[in-house]
């Protein structure tokens, strides 16, 4: 006899929006079809790019012959050592004085949960999470399911394609005092729009006069700006302020590794004794979330991170992403000015990183896809990634034939 299951009650999730997007566009048999939506590099002739200095690593970590061991529950030491003198600059008081706490993680997504664990378990309980209206889609479901309350703040303004500072500032005051905030450090996802260092120091006031954490999302070090230290300015400014805080970070763009899962956890604290407090229930959470980090990709980091001939090739490698990404913003705004498409198309260039929000709403980018065969997310978030000089011309016209005859 059939016992009845225990499953009737679990609804249907919808699919991931950014993989089924991806899925559509296998499945599209147009000649010209474009991919804008998926969030890894892509070299001129549209396919994913291994990186040399990679390369390099690979063989070196190869010729060595290492066991396949266990580490350590905080993962490889030498890596995670390296990856926060990468964020927070080899000469911070923080590392001199044995505030951080540092973690190697399944990438940023890893990174990210394995915080939102830590700090839900230690919060006062009701503790809100801000995020910033828009964001990553991935942070809502990784700090619900963490167990904490989400709440938007302003950030995109839709009408200037732009910061709107006076409504993040406006959001942060009205929050619940001691809350905790994610910040994109560098290159934000989904809108490329960017604080300057001056908006960072008021950002900065506003969060310790609210007593408010800072919980830094770092995706695209060295990826946006093609400078490391540039692209880490925001973090080490809240840690020279003196704040308590946590990044997440991740070595899937600006390496390449993307499959490989390379990331970090950080927490810097306010002094030694409550560093060694934290690595201990970090330590605690890690365990039961992951138990031991994987090896070979956190090799394959460590390799280039310690070497300075691999890390200045790499630092050259940064430069030629962010420069082709930088290219093709160029070209696209030109294309559409060339063509008088209606509206201003200065914001292409004026936002940073893999990703644009064009301002296209969701029924344009409906006629993209079904008409012209042009993915991207509903959102008119395009990845400059996969635009190239094959496609760019195409991609232009597409959008001026949708801002001309499908405004609604």
């Known amino acids: 006899m059939a016992h009845a299951s225990n499953f009737t009650e679990v609804p249907l999730a919808p699919p991931d929006a950014i993989l089924n997007l991806s899925t559509l566009y296998k499945a599209d048999t147009f000649v010209r079809k474009v991919d804008l939506g998926v969030g890894a590099y892509r070299d001129n002739n549209g396919k994913p790019w291994v990186l040399p200095v990679v390369r390099k690593a690979e063989t070196i970590v190869f010729e060595a012959q290492p066991e396949h061991e266990y580490l350590p529950i905080g993962g490889n030491k030498s890596f995670t050592e390296a990856a926060s003198k990468l964020l927070l600059g080899s000469d911070s008081r923080a590392l001199q004085d044995n505030r951080v706490v540092s973690f190697q993680t399944i990438s940023g997504t890893g990174a990210n949960f394995l915080g939102a664990t830590f700090l839900h378990r230690f919060y006062p309980k009701g503790t809100k999470v801000l995020l910033s209206n828009p964001t990553w889609a991935n942070h809502k479901n990784i700090f619900t399911s963490a167990g904490f309350e989400i709440q938007d703040y302003c950030y995109y303004n839709p009408k200037t394609l732009g910061l709107d500072l006076d409504g993040m500032l406006t959001s942060l005051r009205n929050a619940p005092s001691r809350s905790i905030v994610v910040l ?225």
């Not at 990826?223 to 230290?229: E, I, R, T, V």
């Open 184 to 408: 994109h450090a560098c290159a934000h996802n989904p809108t490329g729009v960017d604080p300057t260092p001056e908006q960072w120091k008021e950002i900065a006031n506003v969060m310790q006069e609210k007593n408010h954490f800072p919980f830094f999302d770092c995706a695209y070090q060295g990826f946006a700006s093609g400078d490391l230290d540039r692209d880490a300015f925001a973090i080490r400014y809240f840690v020279e302020r003196g704040f308590e805080l946590s990044i997440a970070q991740s070595f899937a763009k600006n390496l390449g590794l993307y499959g490989e899962r390379v990331g970090c956890y950080h927490v810097v604290a306010h002094s030694a004794q409550l560093a060694q407090h934290v690595q201990s229930q970090v330590a605690r959470a890690s365990r039961a979330i992951i138990s031991n980090p994987p090896l070979y990709g956190a090799r394959i980091a460590d390799t280039v991170l310690n070497s300075p001939e691999l890390l200045a090739e790499w630092k050259e490698h940064l430069i030629a992403m962010s420069g082709r990404i930088m290219a093709m913003r160029s070209e696209l705004r030109d294309q559409l000015v060339q063509l008088g498409t209606p509206g201003n198309w200065d914001h292409i260039v004026n936002q940073i990183g893999m990703f644009s929000f064009t301002g296209l709403n969701s029924n344009q980018v409906e006629v993209m896809k079904n008409k012209h065969h042009i993915y991207m997310t509903s959102n008119g978030r395009i990845s400059m990634a996969g635009l190239s000089t094959g496609n760019v011309e195409y991609v232009a016209q597409a959008i001026d034939d949708v801002v001309r005859h499908h405004s609604t």
